[in-house]
């Protein structure tokens, strides 16, 4: 069964603390996403990524930073988390040319608290 | 720019009723959409999708959606809900366009189904 997993299911973080959020696919997927889930506002799209040490913000990036040193992994940091950053965090990854939503694959996400 | 709004925060509806969940897009060009499920505490799963071909699409669980374009909707409905159908469901456009962020899909705010015995 092909699989999106991500490291951790909760997390409780210190306000100013680095924050590092691990993805691993085993898909041979080109295209990496990680999101973030809040009531009543849907998925907004952070960072997303289409090859190796290759990325590009998508509509919420400030106050985050990715890596992709591998073609399986995308992690997402949050250089000095804050109470705002609360939430659900959600990867996906998917084939590239099927960038129109075929193949999107997400894992089960990871709850965030930051205090 | 695409865009895509659900109508409904919260659905309710007894098991073995009708399930209508709605969508309107928003899309300069021909839309590619689809629609996705969320149990509790789980990853996002994809309920079917429409891509330019047939305009009633048929998806997993008994689920369709009908694409209208002189309507600008993409309504999900299921004859008889059952109560595993509870969780939430999102509405999604794929981004058209050049750039970087072709393919990159755009979520409604999501509708809770609740399903009542």
């Known amino acids: 069964d092909v699989k999106v997993t991500q490291s951790s299911r909760y997390l409780v973080k210190r306000t100013g603390e680095k924050v590092f959020l691990e993805c691993v696919q085993d898909?041979?997927?080109?295209?990496m996403f990680w999101y973030r889930q809040d009531p009543g506002l849907g998925l907004r799209l952070i960072y997303f990524?289409?090859?190796?040490?290759?990325?590009e913000k998508g509509d919420i990036p400030e106050g985050y930073s990715v890596s992709r040193e591998k073609k399986e992994r995308f992690s997402l940091i949050l250089e000095s988390a804050s109470t705002n950053q609360t939430s659900m965090y959600l990867c996906?990854?998917?084939?590239?040319?099927?960038?129109?939503?075929?193949?999107?694959?997400f894992g089960s996400g990871t709850r965030l608290t930051v205090v | 720019a695409q865009s895509v709004t659900q109508l409904d925060s919260h659905v309710s509806v007894s098991e073995g009723t009708p399930v209508l969940l709605r969508c309107n897009y928003s899309?300069?060009?021909?839309?590619?959409l689809f629609w996705y499920v969320q149990h509790p505490n789980k990853g996002l799963q994809l309920l079917l999708k429409?891509?330019?071909?047939?305009?009633l699409v048929k998806g997993i669980n008994g689920f369709e959606a009908e694409f209208k374009k002189s309507e600008t909707s993409f309504h999900l409905t299921k004859p008889s809900a059952h109560m595993s159908d509870a969780a939430e469901y999102f509405c999604?456009?794929?981004?058209?366009?050049?750039?970087?962020?072709?393919?990159?899909?755009?979520f409604g705010k999501g509708t809770k189904l609740s399903v009542k015995p």
């Open positions: 996906a990854s998917s084939f590239r040319g099927r960038g129109r939503g075929y193949g999107y694959t």
């Open positions: 898909m041979d997927h080109e295209n």
């Open positions: 990524s289409y090859d190796v040490k290759m990325k």
């Open positions: 899309s300069s060009y021909s839309p590619s």
């Open positions: 429409y891509t330019s071909a047939a305009t």
């Open positions: 999604v456009v794929s981004v058209r366009g050049g750039g970087g962020s072709q393919g990159n899909l755009i």
